[in-house]
Nanobody, 126 residues
Framework: QVQLVESGGGLVQAGGSLRLSCAAS????????MAWFRQAPGKEREFVAG????????SYADFVKGRFTISRDDASITVSLQMNSLEPEDSAVYYC???????????????????WGQGTQVTVSS
């Protein structure tokens, strides 16, 4: 059974940092783009950042550019999201996702992703 397990969420003050990680159970995922989405209460799930296979390219939502950095380690099949300068508006459940197409870049669209983690809560206090 395919698993994506997120970790690293928590409570942080505005201006602080958190690092999220997502470990995948399938070695074939090293060929797939991976991404982070988030969903705040009462809002739709939205794209945060994505990374292609081997980390060749990355993509970010406008609201996180310059603050968040996505990276991957294909040896451990892990994707991470370093989040700096956090704002209360960043509070949400963050989800890891995998697009099961080899050797392509990430997508901003939920429909393009085949596997999802269970989510990890990030809360930023003001």
């Amino acid at each position: 059974q395919v698993q994506l397990v997120e970790s690293g969420g928590g409570l942080v003050q505005a201006g602080g940092s958190l690092r999220l990680s997502c470990a995948a159970s399938e070695r074939t995922f090293s060929n797939y783009p991976m991404a982070w989405f988030r969903q705040a209460p009462g809002k739709e799930r939205e794209f945060v950042a994505g990374i292609s296979w081997r980390g060749i390219s990355t993509s970010y939502a406008d609201f996180v550019k310059g603050r968040f950095t996505i990276s991957r380690d294909d040896a451990s099949i892990t994707v991470s999201l370093q989040m700096n300068s956090l704002e209360p508006e960043d509070s949400a459940v963050y989800y890891c996702a995998v697009k099961a197409r080899s050797y392509v870049g990430p997508s901003k669209y939920i429909r393009d992703y085949n596997y999802w983690g269970q989510g990890t809560q990030v809360t930023v206090s003001s």
